[in-house]
């Protein structure tokens, strides 16, 4: 969600700036009053539109994946042999971000809770 903020600000994500610097220099531009908490829910907000939106343009779970590299298993040290498992992955991360496991879209309740119940009506 830090991360939709910081693009969405055209601030480099590595850059050395307190988040609420940050959030202060938003609310200076913006002159709303938002705290971290508003602020990163702006972020939540980006982030869902965003994969809504490329869901809406053919974006499916088939689509995500992992580089190569990742894929090939260590020969040596603490995760020697290991491979990640993209299925179990995909279906943790989809559902903390309250996607549908089965697709990777956003759910209407997610939507509806980020006051995008809108966008929802796309998905219906």
């Given at each position: 969600?830090?991360?939709?903020v910081c693009n969405s600000?055209?601030?480099c994500i590595f850059a050395a700036v307190p988040v609420s610097d940050v959030v202060a220099l938003l609310n200076a531009a913006t002159g709303r009053d938002w705290?971290?908490?508003e602020t990163l829910r702006a972020g939540r907000r980006i982030w869902n539109l965003k994969r809504?939106?490329?869901c809406r343009l053919g974006l499916t779970?088939?689509?995500e994946r992992l580089p190569r590299l990742l894929l090939q298993p260590l020969a040596e040290g603490p995760t020697e042999g290991y491979v990640?498992?993209?299925?179990v992955m995909l279906r943790e991360y989809y559902t903390v971000?309250?996607?549908?496991?089965?697709?990777?879209a956003p759910t209407r309740e997610t939507l509806e809770e980020l006051?995008?119940?809108?966008v929802a009506d796309e998905f219906t």
């Open positions: 969600d830090w991360r939709s600000l055209v601030l705290d971290i908490a809504a939106f490329n779970r088939a689509s990640p498992n993209l299925e971000r309250g996607w549908d496991p089965g697709t990777g006051d995008l119940g809108f």
